[in-house]
């Protein structure tokens, strides 16, 4: 917890934060807010054309497709968020408030900001899953989806009922569902995967920023509970646009046998790109590759 003992160093100190995002994002594009039911979601937007919209997982915020931004813009309206609860977006209390009918809310209020009818959707880990989700409860608004490393949701249920590889592997989940998780969690220790010293800098301004509680809210939520149960006959209802899926097989958190069946709950064409000893954070590990496909496949006529 940090102590500003005098008022106008925090203030200072606070600006300068906001500062330093800002030329993160003057990079990449224009910032701006959606009010997402009275939750302000934060947003770096590039680019014209049909919208794109994409959504990051944890522990990440909008900068994470910084590799992919510059490329889609030239064939996209590029808007990466900050989910709730990180950076610059809202931050509100409580568990419910990161139930998944929250989430994909605000993806459809960036859509309804945007005065769109249907959009693109990309994204990895929990934006992945919200990403799914709003494909197959908003049919009508999605026209593509891209997913980074986030399986079906059923293909994870099976996975965590069956395999005890997955799950040993979804023990860091449980721990998050705990009620004093967020208090064991700082913003250095979420940092961990970030190589480059310079982006490093960037990711602990903005997890500073971020609320530690709300990013786990999103596993007590959300994440399904012990005992693990899975039934072949639950129906989701299915995905019903084409649909790219990378995954970066070195990921030790999300395992690929839930890639398995995939096909059979989606109404058209699945494209499966599987990296080699690519970590979970495929975008940045992969990023000429995935960059490289993902425009390809969303600009292909």
Known sequence: MFKFWLLSWGACALAGLAWQSAGAAEELGEEGFVDSGGVKIHYVTAGKGPLLVMLHGFPDFWYTWRAQMPELAKHFQVVAIDMRGYNLSDKPEGVDNYKMDKLVGDVAAVLAHFKQDKAIIVGHDWGGIVAWTFAMTHPDKTEKLVILNLPHPKGLQRELANNPKQQASSQYARNFQQPDAASKVTPEMLTFWIKDPEVKKKYLEAF???SMEGMLNYYKANYPREPYKYDENQAFPPVKCPVLMFHGLGDTALLPGALNDT???????????????????????????????????????
């Open 263 to 301: 096909w059979n709950w989606l109404e058209k064409d699945l494209t499966l790109v599987t990296i080699p000893k690519v970590s979970h954070f495929v975008q940045q590990d992969a990023a000429p590759l995935v960059t490289k496909r993902m425009v390809a496949w969303l600009t292909e006529k």
């Open 208 to 210: 500073k920023r971020s």
